[in-house]
Every structure is written in structure tokens, then in C-alpha cells.
């Protein structure tokens, strides 16, 4: 059975650091592209970030370069979202996605296969 299961996240204050997990089973990571996304309330869910398979290249949104990163583990079948210098706008629910790498940019939500369960991610002033 595929499945994405996401770990960590929770309270935090602006400036602060928090890591989120994605661990996968039922597929092997190591030939998706992981996304991470994040939907705050009364929001569209937006792209955060992505690790491709090759090379585990990485592309960040404009609002959180810099400050996160992501990075993965295919021997534990796990990727990670480090977030550092935490904003109150970074609140939201982040969800890893997993796509089996194409050539396409996947930025947009809709083209993944799996998602995992969402983390909610809370930055208080």
C-alpha cells in the first residue's frame, strides 16, 4: 500500500527552527521528486519546495528560499523539510507530495500522485 506519513512540525516563534518528515513506504522514493506544499486557512495550497531524484536537486518558492530546506534520505525512504527563521506567515498545514520524476517542473499541486497526510505548522509572533 503507498503511503506518505508526515512527522514533526507544531508550535513555534518567529525566528525558530522546525523540521518536518515524509516518510514513504510501498514505493521507492529514490525515483520521485518530492514536493512540499502548504495551505494556510482560507488559502489555496501553494509550492514550497521540491527535491528531484537527479542528483536531489532542489527549488524553492520565492518566500521561503533561503530559510528552508530540503533534503532526503532514500536508504530510510524519507525526506525532510528543515525550516529556519520561522515567519507567523509560514503558519499553515504542509503536506509532502511524491511524483515519479518526469522532465516536468512540478510546481503545481495537481500534478502529483501522492500526498501524505499534512502537518500543521504554527508560528506565533
Known amino acids: 500500500q503507498v503511503q506518505l506519513v508526515e512527522s514533526g512540525g507544531g508550535l513555534g516563534q518567529a525566528g525558530d527552527s522546525l523540521r518536518l518528515s515524509c516518510t514513504a513506504s510501498?514505493?521507492?522514493?529514490?525515483?520521485?521528486?518530492m514536493g512540499w506544499f502548504r495551505q494556510a486557512p482560507g488559502k489555496e495550497r501553494e509550492f514550497v519546495g521540491i527535491?528531484?531524484?537527479?542528483?536531489?536537486?532542489?527549488y524553492y518558492a520565492d518566500s521561503v528560499k533561503g530559510r528552508f530546506t530540503i533534503a532526503r534520505d532514500n536508504a530510510k525512504n524519507t525526506v525532510y523539510l528543515q525550516m529556519n527563521s520561522l515567519k507567523p506567515e509560514d503558519t499553515a498545514v504542509y503536506y509532502c507530495?511524491?511524483?515519479?520524476?518526469?522532465?516536468?517542473?512540478?510546481?503545481?499541486?495537481?500534478?502529483?500522485?501522492?500526498w501524505g497526510q499534512g502537518a500543521q505548522v504554527t508560528v506565533s509572533s
Open positions: 507530495a511524491a511524483k515519479k520524476d518526469t522532465i516536468a517542473t512540478l510546481l503545481v499541486a495537481g500534478e502529483y500522485d501522492y
Open positions: 510501498g514505493f521507492p522514493l529514490s525515483v520521485y521528486a
Open positions: 527535491i528531484r531524484r537527479s542528483a536531489g536537486s532542489t
